[in-house]
């Protein structure tokens, strides 16, 4: 009896649990909006702002692109994985795919951190940093 219990407890509480706690993993609408660089560094140039905005615009459709890639692959490995049987051979090129993809998106996302770099001074860029490491703890303690 006690099995049966623990084992309709164990169901009930994976039935009942979200979607994106099952796969944490799975791509979803970002919920909150960051704040865009001109507003984390405030002494900035008209000119800066052109730069820096011509800077993120392209590399977010580029980032862009990429993580719809990702998502196509996520969505083709999760098809063979929810599959009966040994699907290695479809899955394993699938996360290389994957894998190639996140490289790409991390590489970048340091370029753009490297062209950002070029165009403010050393004390914007202090103060960038200062302020990236503040949202980062402000959003980590919202998670929380």
Same mark, same amino acid.
Do not use: C, W
């Given at each position: 009896? $006690? #099995?049966?219990?623990?084992? /309709? @407890?164990?169901?009930?509480?994976? @039935? @009942?649990?979200?979607?994106?706690?099952?796969?944490?993993? =799975?791509?979803?609408?970002?919920?909150?909006?960051?704040?865009?660089? *001109?507003?984390?560094?405030?002494?900035?140039?008209?000119?800066?702002?052109?730069?820096?905005?011509?800077? +993120?615009?392209?590399?977010?459709?580029?980032?862009?692109? /990429?993580?719809?890639?990702?998502?196509? !692959?996520?969505?083709?490995?999760?098809?063979?994985?929810?599959?009966?049987?040994?699907?290695?051979?479809?899955?394993?090129?699938?996360?290389?795919?994957?894998?190639?993809?996140?490289?790409? %998106?991390?590489?970048?996302?340091?370029? +753009? #951190?490297?062209? %950002?770099? =070029? !165009?403010? *001074? $050393?004390? =914007?860029?202090?103060? @960038? #940093?200062?302020?990236?490491?503040? =949202? #980062?703890?402000?959003?980590?303690?919202?998670?929380?």
């Amino acid at each position: 009896m $006690k #099995k049966i219990i623990i084992f /309709l @407890l164990v169901l009930s509480t994976y @039935l @009942l649990a979200p979607v994106h706690a099952q796969r944490p993993h =799975q791509e979803g609408p970002r919920h909150e909006k960051r704040p865009d660089i *001109t507003e984390m560094v405030g002494d900035l140039s008209a000119a800066q702002k052109g730069k820096l905005e011509t800077i +993120t615009n392209e590399s977010k459709k580029r980032i862009e692109t /990429l993580r719809k890639q990702q998502k196509s !692959v996520r969505d083709s490995i999760h098809r063979y994985m929810d599959m009966d049987g040994d699907q290695s051979k479809y899955l394993y090129p699938l996360f290389d795919r994957e894998a190639r993809i996140q490289t790409q %998106i991390s590489r970048e996302m340091y370029v +753009t #951190k490297v062209h %950002i770099d =070029q !165009v403010l *001074t $050393k004390e =914007q860029r202090k103060e @960038l #940093k200062e302020n990236s490491k503040r =949202q #980062k703890k402000q959003r980590k303690g919202r998670r929380q």
